[in-house]
């Protein structure tokens, strides 16, 4: 059974940084695309940034791009994303999820697995 959990979500100022971590555990981690993604408050899911198996070649939305990094440990069954210069509207509820399908960065919670979400808030 597939299980992923996320952690690290909080409160940030603007400016700010927090690091997201999933636990992936169920099946073979290291060898499938991993995703994040988020929803705000009022808004569709919306994909950020995914990663291929061996970790190569990370791709972000344009909202995230400079500012956030994807990263895993395949040794670990984790997955990452570091988020730096965090702005108001990226506040959100962030998901972990594996074979995420997506259409113009809008993305479906009937297809792949998703995690419970850790919650980022970025206020002064």
């Known amino acids: 059974q597939v299980r992923l959990e996320e952690s690290g979500g909080g409160l940030a100022q603007p400016g700010g940084s927090l690091r997201l971590s999933c636990a992936a555990s169920?099946?073979?981690?290291?060898?499938?695309?991993m995703s994040w993604a988020r929803q705000a408050p009022g808004k569709g899911l919306e994909w950020v940034s995914s990663?291929?198996?061996?970790?190569?070649?990370?791709y972000y939305a344009d909202s995230v791009k400079g500012r956030f990094t994807i990263s895993r440990d395949n040794a670990k069954n984790t997955l990452y994303l570091q988020m730096n210069s965090l702005k108001p509207e990226d506040t959100a509820l962030y998901y972990c999820?594996?074979?995420?399908?997506?259409?113009?960065?809008?993305?479906?919670?009937?297809?792949?697995?998703w995690g419970q979400g850790t919650q980022v808030t970025v206020s002064s």
């Open positions: 990663i291929y198996s061996g970790g190569s070649d990370p």
């Open positions: 999820v594996k074979d995420i399908v997506c259409s113009n960065n809008l993305c479906s919670r009937d297809f792949g697995s």
């Open positions: 169920g099946f073979t981690f290291s060898t499938y695309v």
